[in-house]
């Protein structure tokens, strides 16, 4: 079975230049995170979608970037314009959703994109 | 205050030895608990969950201590493959997969 799947891999781009990273997630997996993560760092969630829905989009800098997940399948995050600060790897996570009450189930990681502004 | 926080380390260890990792989490109301691993510029993947109970898989072995609020992850002799990041990951929500990621450890077995 086909693991989560991101593109493009590497990225790099001028500040205040736009900037878009695709992930298409595990078949069947109605749960899709976009996360962060910085140099030395965990990852930190952006923004979690049920389906379509933006559930928790709590960490999503709303000035610059956006997300959206219109069929509920694959999704796209983007920036615009990019700061140097916005350089990291841009990892898409996947999951089935847990019936309440349970623990969570597993996330599959994607291999990410790395951003690099200058 | 963060979520999670580790050692980032770098532990450096021979092969064959056994290593530690101690994580704390600050809320009290976090529902369930989990080791990732992360290779050199490579995705997270899941390693194992922890239990209150304590569990173990082969040469891993991860503790909880709800009272203390605190994690563990024990390596038993440790394999050059056993090179990696450790991720200590808390949830803080039943029936949701809101994860908080700690910092990372990282681990380098020598030969």
Redesign the interface.
Known sequence: EAGVVQSPRYKIIEKKQPVAFWCNPISGHN?L?WYRQNL??????LI?YENEEAV?DSQLPKDRFSAERLKGVDSTLKIQPAELGDSAVY?CAS?V???????????Y????TRLTVT | RKE?EQD?GPFNVPEGATVAFNCTYSNSAS??FFWYRQDCR?????LM?VYSSGNEDGRFTAQLNRASQYISLLIRDSKLSDSATY?C?V?TQ??????F????TRLTVIP
């Open positions: 749960t995170y030395g760092q965990g990852p930190e969630l979690r928790d990892l999951s959703p847990p019936p309440l009450g349970t623990e969570p189930y597993e996330q990681f994607g291999p990410g | 999670v980032p529902q369930s490579k995705e997270p993947k899941l969950s991720l990951v949830n039943t029936g949701a997969n809101n994860l990621f700690g910092t990372g």
